[in-house]
């Protein structure tokens, strides 16, 4: 099965830059899309960005456009979010996740997840 570990979340001032990453194990990585989720206390988990598995194909939710970039390096088997301009409203869990689709943006089309990783954006 595929392994997927998140790092790179902590605690940053309004404004300011954060860059997560995600390394997969267990699999043929440039298989696989890879997808950021990020779920805030008490809300349902929303998407953030996906890669397809050669990197052609990239989605970003209109909440983040402009703001952050997805991007993946499969010689390391590890995905980027580049973060800018965060927000209180960016402040939530953040996961990767993997999928055998295409590029997808739904929750259920990922099999695969890793366990999160905190980004907390202070005032």
């Known amino acids: 099965q595929v392994q997927l570990v998140e790092f790179g979340g902590g605690l940053v001032q309004a404004g300011g830059s954060l860059r997560l990453s995600c390394t997969a194990s267990g699999g043929t990585f440039s298989s696989y899309a890879l997808g950021w989720f990020r779920q805030a206390p008490g809300k349902e988990r929303e998407f953030v960005s996906v890669i397809s598995g050669r990197g052609s194909n990239t989605y970003y939710a209109d909440s983040v456009k402009g703001r952050f970039t997805i991007f993946r390096d499969n010689a390391k088997n590890t995905v980027y979010l580049q973060m800018n301009s965060l927000t209180s409203e960016d402040t939530a869990v953040y996961s990767c996740?993997?999928?055998?689709?295409?590029?997808?943006?739904?929750?259920?089309?990922?099999?695969?997840w890793g366990q999160g990783t905190q980004v907390t954006v202070s005032s």
């Open positions: 996740a993997a999928s055998i689709w295409n590029a997808p943006r739904l929750a259920y089309e990922y099999r695969y």
